[in-house]
Nanobody
Framework: QVQLVESGGGLVQAGGSLRLSCAAS????????MGWFRQAPGKEREFVAT????????YYADSVKGRFTISRDSAKNTVYLQMNSLKPEDTAVYYC???????????????WGQGTQVTVSS
């Protein structure tokens, strides 16, 4: 069982940066693939980034590639999403997720956090 708690969301102007954190509890955190998804009002939850425990399976959505970076600190049981050059279209609730295999589909992730709101003003 893995429990996830996100933090770090907020309001930022276009072009600004935010870093989201996801603190995980559970003895097997190091073996899980960690992902970030987001959901804007009226839209489906979409993939943002994923990273395996060794960093070998790291993928980004095309819309965030070059601007967002996913990282993890296994000693702190925490995964991060550094978001730079933010755009108004990045506005969404951001969710942290944990799963067994790397993937861009939300269906492969068994555990989810409660989400944190990110709002980018123009």
């Amino acid at each position: 069982q893995v429990q996830l708690v996100e933090s770090g969301g907020g309001l930022v102007q276009a072009g600004g940066s935010l870093r989201l954190s996801c603190a995980a509890s559970g003895h097997t955190f190091g073996t899980y693939v960690m992902g970030w998804f987001r959901q804007a009002p009226g839209k489906e939850r979409e993939f943002v980034a994923t990273r395996g425990w060794s960093g070998s399976s790291t993928y980004y959505a095309d819309s965030v590639k070059g601007r967002f970076t996913i990282s993890r600190d296994s000693a702190k049981n925490t995964v991060y999403l550094q978001m730079n050059s933010l755009k108004p279209e990045d506005t969404a609730v951001y969710y942290c997720a944990a799963g067994i295999v790397a993937g861009t589909s939300k269906d492969v992730y068994a555990y989810w956090g409660q989400g944190t709101q990110v709002t980018v003003s123009s």
